[in-house]
């Protein structure tokens, strides 16, 4: 169904206005295409940027020049795609470029799919499965931490470390199975002892990578944070706080927030979706239930809940249940308004950190933004990078890592055929092998690259 042998063109460059909107072509046909809708003496010089004026279907006939344009001919198999690639520049305008599009599919190229660019560079050998992935990652990444992991694994490092433990597999496997040739010989070629420690080193391998995961996870797909608190504690003030602008309305009226405000934060790295939610009361008008309910749903699918308290006034009944229902999740107890004289003794009791900050004043937002990432990222210090990030990788790892545990336990009675034991590694390997898309079914290829935009 991934046809490959005709070509396919798009804008590949973001939709609206700019200096340069670039549309790109792939595939066998493509110079010719650029020559049908190109000015040009001749043919493109390969990798040789050549200013030129590029002409519309419609203007074709009537010999009318569309705009100036660069336009680069990247020859098979040194493109993107390993196919014939011209990307063409024009100025950013959504007419033009639509009208480049257009010109080229009447000169043969058909509409390209999303990620059908990067699809191709997969099937013609020049990325694999993981450094497609990378690349929507990078394109869709929201942190510079986001964009460097993503870059990593564009690099290679991921399926670096992928390719040395599928080398001891097969290394492994490949003493295994002499043993298997000569029969008479038993374990003549691997020891059980030595075949239960060669297979522990391996799972060690995997265990490093997957130490990672959860951080990685997190840098990958972010994290959603939602302030929950009775009317007039400061959740607002909070919010605007941690985003660094006036986004919520803070006022003294309680009941001031209706619907939920939320905003993309870089805190640390890490991408996090802040959420501000209408304060949790009973009373108050419709518009103002709704929007309470609204904050209960938020709550229950929150990453992170920050339970903000007003310090300057005793605990009220609505105080302790939130404290009660949000009891044993993953949360902060914010004691908000420290600027002021405390009418609260001691801190609550229960579960998560409990951190005093005054959204006035600015005092301990750091700690308290320390405190979130901790929360989120658990114990582990959020370091530049993590091996794994994609849940897909996850949880491959994990059943290879659930075969590899198979195949010790066999070798570890010391009187398990071979056989049993290469079946377990060979389960490994083909776990590995979907990774890095050395077989992966085409639904899981339509699914990955489904995420694209069209022109990537
Ligand atoms: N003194 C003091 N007042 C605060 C602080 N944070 C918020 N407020 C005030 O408390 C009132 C309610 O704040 P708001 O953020 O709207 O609370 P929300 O209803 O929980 O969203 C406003 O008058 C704020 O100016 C703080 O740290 N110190
Ligand atoms: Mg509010």
Redesign the pocket.
């Known amino acids: 169904m991934f046809s490959t042998d005709d070509s396919i063109v798009a804008i590949a460059t973001p939709s609206g206005r700019g200096g340069i909107g670039v549309v790109r072509i792939s595939g066998p046909a493509s110079p010719g295409i650029a020559a049908a809708i190109l000015d040009l003496p001749g043919a493109l010089v390969p990798r040789f940027a050549t200013l030129t004026r590029v002409r519309t279907h419609a203007a074709a006939g009537r010999g009318g020049a569309l705009d100036e344009v660069i336009a680069i001919h990247f020859p098979a198999p040194h493109s993107y795609t390993g196919e014939h690639v011209v990307e063409i520049s024009a100025h950013g305008n959504p007419v033009v470029l639509q009208a480049i599009v257009e010109g080229a599919r009447a000169a043969g190229a058909r509409l390209a799919r999303p990620g059908e660019f990067t699809l191709r560079a997969f099937l013609n050998g020049k990325r694999d499965l993981v450094q497609a992935e990378a690349v929507a990652d990078l394109i869709a990444a929201a942190t510079p931490l986001q964009a460097r992991v993503a870059f990593d694994q564009l690099e290679g490092t991921l399926t670096a470390r992928i390719a040395e433990i599928d080398a001891q597999l097969f290394d492994l496997a490949a003493r295994l199975e002499a043993s298997l040739d000569f029969p008479d010989e038993g374990y003549h070629f691997i020891e059980p002892a030595e075949a239960v420690r060669a297979v522990a080193c391996v799972v060690e391998r995997v265990d490093e990578l997957l130490g990672g995961a959860r951080r990685g996870r997190l840098i990958r797909e972010g994290a959603t944070v939602v302030i929950a608190?009775r009317?007039?504690?400061?959740?607002?003030?909070?919010f605007n706080a941690l985003v660094g602008a006036d986004r919520?309305i803070?006022?003294?009226v309680?009941g001031?927030?209706r619907d939920l405000v939320s905003e993309q934060v870089d805190l640390h790295g890490l991408a996090l979706t802040l959420v501000?939610t209408a304060?949790c009361r009973l009373s108050g008008d419709r518009i103002e239930r709704e929007g309470v309910e609204r904050a209960a749903r938020a709550r229950a699918v929150a990453s992170l809940l920050l339970v903000?308290i007003d310090w300057?006034e005793p605990a009220a009944a609505e105080d302790h249940e939130l404290l009660a229902q949000t009891e044993g999740r993953p949360r902060i107890v914010v004691l908000?308004?420290?600027?002021?004289p405390a009418a609260i003794d001691r801190a609550p009791a229960g579960s998560g950190s409990c951190i005093g900050?005054?959204?006035?004043?600015g005092a301990g937002l750091d700690e308290l933004r320390s405190a979130m990432v901790r929360e989120l990222t658990g114990a582990e210090p959020l370091r530049d990078s993590a091996a794994v990030t994609n849940a897909r990788h996850i949880g491959l790892l994990e059943q290879a890592r659930a075969s590899l545990l198979a195949a010790q336990r066999a070798a570890a009675t010391g009187n398990t055929p071979e056989e049993f034991l290469l079946a377990d590694l060979q389960a490994a390997r083909e776990r590995l092998d979907e990774i890095v898309g050395a077989r992966t079914s085409e639904d899981v290829l339509q699914h990955i690259f489904e995420r694209f935009c069209v022109g990537k």
């Not at 009317?231 to 909070?238: A, D, E, M, R, T």
């Not at 908000?336 to 002021?340: A, P, S, W």
């Open positions: 608190g009317p007039n504690v400061g959740k607002s003030s909070i919520a803070v006022t003294e309680a001031t927030t501000d304060g903000v300057s908000n308004k420290t600027d002021l900050v005054s959204a006035k004043s």
